[in-house]
């Protein structure tokens, strides 16, 4: 396997002068006229120049970006999470999050223009657009991420035909979900999705599989429980690239996350007409932090994929690195199957 780092936040401009970006990470991946498309979720946060206040970032319908004051050494505020302010009413995101488009000849070095961005735009955007897939399906690429807001956690959809002009088809799960990536192909006349539901008192954080005749109402919810790794602590597992049609079955690289919010990326093989049966899993981590990159940053001890891109027989695996850069590892599809268990 071959890792390198690719993309780091200061090989992009903020999206405005009082904002500073922190984090360029879970890009989506995918091939477009000949060239590598990446829609990379950019986080930002306001540049902190009030010694009395904490300023935070928040879209607020109807009148766009605000910029929220938050009382430094208040006792209801609780400043302890780098990522999270919480006080008895709300909690808020230190950042914000957009997705920005970039574009590369070789997969490695990506341009991205300042004018192609995805900012949020509804009430259940007001924290930000984050960890999107993209699909190709028809000649039309569907785009679903993460919105998140005051009113949870939504799957939001979007389309676009050259990754310039984007529509948005709003929400297609329930609140509180994520993870969501579309197969790329109908299997058995239906649309599959994977998804991944927010834990109750009674669940765990599990992959969930749902259909559909048209990509916007959803239905027929299965659990995968085989989709939970054994070899390691799961405290929680979610979908991660678009799943990739192999002569073996559908290939999907997913991530495991311990309890210590410790990540890897695992894989495991759907039967090739029946998507609710996994039958190959790997039998140990595929990927996991071992650079410096990888281990220290806004997150550490993070790698989060999004998407992948298959050439020949390798895969190239574009991913997060501690919630901060982007890193792509490249290894052959066999090295992915070699090391899997049949169930």
Known sequence: MQKRLIIEPKDLTPSRNDFEVIGVFNPAIIKHNGEYVILARVAERVIQN????????????GRGMNIIKLPKNHSDFDYSDSRIIKNHENNYLTSISHLRVGRSADGISFTFDPEEVIMPANIYEEYGLEDPRVTELDGRYYITYSAVSGCGINVGLMTTRDFKTFSPLGNIFHSDNKDCVIFPQKIGGKYYALHRPSISQFGKLD???AESDNLINWG???????????????????????PLLTD??????YHSADRRDRYHLTAMVFAKDDPTKVIMKSKRPLIFPTEEYEKNGFKENVVFTCGLIRE????????????QRVARASLSLAEVLEDMEVL
Request: proline share 2%.
């Open 50 to 61: 009030d010694q009395d206040h904490y300023l935070v970032p928040l879209y607020e319908a």
């Open 207 to 209: 992959i969930w599989l």
């Open 220 to 242: 027929n919810h299965k659990i995968l429980l085989d989709a939970r790794v054994k070899y390691a602590e799961s405290y929680r597992v979610g979908a991660g690239a678009v």
């Open 248 to 253: 073996s079955g559908w290939l999907e690289i």
């Open 312 to 323: 020949d027989d390798i895969l190239h695996i574009y991913y997060g690195a501690a919630d």
